[in-house]
């Protein structure tokens, strides 16, 4: 299994980036698909999830309604649409899979798989 992460770089805040997490090496049917965080000496935070399908998502109160991910499943992969940006969201943005489970599980080793993550840096 692959996760692999794009999309990360420079931006002012109020501004917006889409990360990209590209999945392979299996059918991700049954999966939840969650973006974490990890800042600069922190540790790793849960940002959201999603599943498969796309029907349901989760975000933690402090992106919700700033934060969207989605799930293209012709393309086997999941987006994270991040707008109204705060120097805040600077941090290594990671995205993880795993299988089946609840939605609001934000614990990072109930996670199985990972991609390498990619860096959001806001500017303010």
């Known amino acids: 299994v692959q996760l692999q992460a794009s999309g990360g770089g420079l931006v002012q805040a109020g501004g917006s980036l889409r990360l990209s997490c590209a999945a392979s090496?299996?059918?991700?049917?049954?999966?939840?698909m969650g973006w974490f965080r990890q800042a600069p000496g922190k540790e790793r935070e849960f940002v959201g999830s999603i599943n498969w399908s796309g029907y349901s998502s989760y975000y933690v109160d402090s992106v919700k309604g700033r934060f969207t991910i989605s799930v293209d499943n012709a393309k086997n992969t999941v987006y994270l649409q991040m707008n109204s940006l705060k120097p805040e969201d600077t941090a290594v943005y990671y995205c993880?899979?795993?299988?089946?489970?609840?939605?609001?599980?934000?614990?990072?080793?109930?996670?199985?798989?990972w991609g390498q993550g990619t860096l959001v840096t806001v500017s303010s």
């Open positions: 993880a899979a795993k299988f089946v489970g609840s939605l609001r599980v934000s614990t990072a080793t109930r996670y199985d798989y």
């Open positions: 090496g299996r059918t991700f049917t049954h999966y939840v």
